[in-house]
């Protein structure tokens, strides 16, 4: 297994592979990546899509002028983990720069339950941007990420109430270096 930056030639590659585990992992967000209109979009409470495929081929556009780590294995992409530098945004200021904002992380459900995740975030916070703040954000129900931003010391920074239905808010996390 292999951790690795992509170039912009292996994001073109892997373009169809990412739009497919997008339409997998769909609806596993909150809202569904395909109603969404970027990764940093503000407001979150989804919009009604009749077309699918073309919602997350846009979304998908958008992560590719970000930078993108992914766990690939014997060529094939298991997960990936699309990120900003230097992001800033109403709860992350330019006191926080020099930073990474991780925006969208999607693994193939045929390779979750074997620890990638912890893996490529171990890979990304230790080895390629350890002098960087890191932030993100996920919604107030999704446990299982919020279980592994825990295992990495992030810190709630905001909360959002009902900002993606009701019960559900939007969580913003930080990871502070000293």
């Excluded at 912009?8 to 592979?17: A, I």
């Excluded at 073309?54 to 766990?71: D, P």
């Excluded at 239905?165 to 969580?171: N, R």
Aim: aromatic residues 12%; negative net charge; proline residues 3%.
């Amino acid at each position: 297994m292999e951790f690795k930056l992509l170039t912009q030639e292996e994001k073109e590659q892997y373009y169809q592979t990412m739009l497919c585990m997008m339409e997998i992992s769909d609806q596993d967000f909150v809202p569904p990546l395909s109603q969404r209109s970027s990764t940093t979009q503000k407001t979150l409470t989804g919009t009604a899509s009749t077309d699918v495929h073309a919602g997350l081929s846009s979304y998908l556009n958008t992560m590719m002028n970000q930078e993108i780590l992914a766990c690939i294995e014997d060529g094939k992409l298991l997960g990936f983990v699309s990120f900003i530098k230097d992001y800033t945004t109403d709860y992350i200021t330019e006191a926080d720069l020099p930073n990474i904002y991780l925006s969208t992380l999607i693994l193939n459900p045929e390779a979750r339950g074997r620890g990638i995740t912890k893996q490529m975030y171990g890979h990304l916070f230790n080895d390629l941007y350890a002098d960087r703040h890191i932030f993100t954000r996920t919604w107030s129900t999704n446990v299982p990420h919020i279980k592994i931003l825990g295992y990495y010391n992030f810190v709630e920074l905001a909360r959002i109430p009902n900002h993606r239905g009701e019960g559900i808010d939007t969580v913003y996390y930080a990871k502070r270096r000293d």
